[in-house]
């Protein structure tokens, strides 16, 4: 059974810096797809950025682009998102997800968070203007 944690989150003023974390606990296989998702109170939740393990590809959110960045380290099995530049409009509770079933998705799909079977319990994240 594959379990998330998160970590990382807090206050910051904008344009300041965060790096979330996500380990990943238990049996995974080569490729998979790993995903942060936001929501912030009274808002749908976000697609931020995804990759797929094992393959290296990437996708990120309109809103993020040139501002986040996702990356894993397979020996430590954690999944981090590096958040630069950081904007009131970033605040949010940000859940890292996993996908172990889904063989393929588009990059629309790996923003979207229905195909995702595994959810971490959020991490806050504040952004003061």
């Known amino acids: 059974q594959v379990q998330l944690v998160e970590s990382g989150g807090g206050s910051v003023q904008a344009g300041g810096s965060l790096r979330l974390s996500c380990v990943i606990s238990g049996r995974t296989s080569g490729t998979y797809y790993m995903g942060w998702f936001r929501q912030a109170p009274g808002k749908e939740r976000e697609g931020v950025a995804s990759m797929w393990i094992g393959v290296g590809s990437t996708y990120y959110a309109d809103s993020v682009k040139d501002r986040f960045t996702i990356d894993h380290d397979n020996a430590k099995k954690k999944v981090y998102l590096q958040m630069n530049s950081l904007k009131p409009e970033d605040t949010a509770m940000y859940y890292c997800?996993?996908?172990?079933?889904?063989?393929?998705?588009?990059?629309?799909?790996?923003?979207?968070?229905?195909?995702?079977?595994?959810w971490g319990q959020g991490t806050q994240v504040t952004v003061s203007s």
């Open positions: 997800a996993a996908d172990t079933w889904t063989p393929t998705m588009t990059a629309l799909q790996a923003l979207r968070g229905h195909l995702y079977n595994i």
